[in-house]
Nanobody, 119 residues
Framework: VQLVESGGGLVQAGGSLRLSCAAS????????MDWYRQAPGKQRDLVARITSSGLTTYADSVKGRFTISRDNAQNTMYLQMNTLKPEDTAVYYC??????????????WGQGTQVTVPS
């Protein structure tokens, strides 16, 4: 399974970006797809999650500004980020949890994409 992220970049405070994460490979069933972020010197934190049933959860710091969504047919996940703040600056990673036909679960990380919001 491979994850390819895109959409990061530099944007001024108050601006918007849309991240994409495309999954490919042998995927029997997706359990959930997540976005994490890691700022320099900090731990990697969960930003948003969308489950196979479409249930979404968000970190308090991004609620009302970020929206996670999925295109099930394309196995692609998106993160629409609005009203960006300097504290949103980080490397953003997508994470995919899958379930095999035997019921085993595996997790995969994307390569990360940099989002920079200058102060």
């Amino acid at each position: 399974v491979q994850l390819v992220e895109s959409g990061g970049g530099l944007v001024q405070a108050g601006g918007s970006l849309r991240l994409s994460c495309a999954a490919s490979g042998s995927i029997f069933a997706i359990v959930s797809m997540d976005w994490y972020r890691q700022a320099p010197g900090k731990q990697r934190d969960l930003v948003a999650r969308i489950t196979s049933s479409g249930l979404t959860t968000y970190a308090d710091s991004v609620k009302g500004r970020f929206t996670i969504s999925r295109d099930n047919a394309q196995n692609t996940m998106y993160l629409q980020m609005n009203t960006l703040k300097p504290e949103d600056t980080a490397v953003y990673y997508c994470y995919l949890e899958i379930r095999t036909v035997n019921g085993q679960r595996y997790g995969y990380w994307g390569q990360g994409t940099q989002v920079t919001v200058p102060s």
